[in-house]
């Protein structure tokens, strides 16, 4: 079994540079190449010992390879690296425009909601509002580091994510 310590940082585990921006193609290759080094069956004529660290070797590859395989979780989890805590429960300002965009895609989800057309092409607006806010965020962290504007960022992602995933939902209740 490969020296991993369950005390490094999640891209560290996987090899990887720590940035927002990732091949996510990579992280899956260095995902299944652990998770094929301890695999439980490979460990079955181990100690006890060597099963349950096999054991949590696994649980913490599964973990991490969530966490980065997600840009908003992969977000938070580099805010919470550089010591910038997204307090999403709490802090929940935004600024005024992106407030009223909200407002403004909410209203149209209402007054479409038997149009398919129309939610459609709401959903092609909201869709481009999110792969723009990951570039902002891509900017923010990778290239400025800037993790208190990253955190702001993420907060408004995680507002545009839930609010895609209530328009395909009544996209899907036409079909």
């Not at 090899?15 to 079955?44: C, M, N």
């Not at 010591?83 to 709490?90: D, K, S």
């Not at 009223?100 to 398919?116: K, N, P, T, V």
């Not at 092609?124 to 570039?135: F, I, P, R």
Request: net charge negative; aromatic share 8%.
């Amino acid at each position: 079994m490969a020296n991993h310590s369950a005390s490094e940082d999640y891209f560290q585990f996987f090899g990887l540079s720590p940035q927002f921006s990732l091949d996510l193609a990579q992280l899956d290759q260095a995902y299944l190449a652990i998770q094929k080094e301890v695999h439980p069956d490979r460990h079955t004529q181990g100690s006890d010992s060597e099963q349950r660290i096999a054991m949590q070797m696994a649980t913490l590859a599964n973990t991490a390879h969530q966490t980065l395989k997600h840009p908003i979780q992969r977000g938070l989890y580099l805010c919470k690296l550089h010591g910038v805590e997204a307090n999403l429960e709490t802090n929940t300002a935004m600024p005024t425009a992106f407030l009223l965009q909200q407002m403004a895609w909410r209203d149209s989800l209402e007054e479409s909601a038997d149009d398919f057309a129309a939610l459609d092409a709401l959903a092609t607006e909201v869709d481009s509002a999110y792969k723009a806010a990951l570039v902002e965020l891509a900017e923010a962290m990778d290239r400025t580091h800037n993790y208190q504007r990253a955190a702001e960022l993420l907060r408004g992602l995680l507002f545009i994510d839930k609010f895609a995933t209530e328009l395909d939902d009544a996209i899907a209740a036409l079909a």
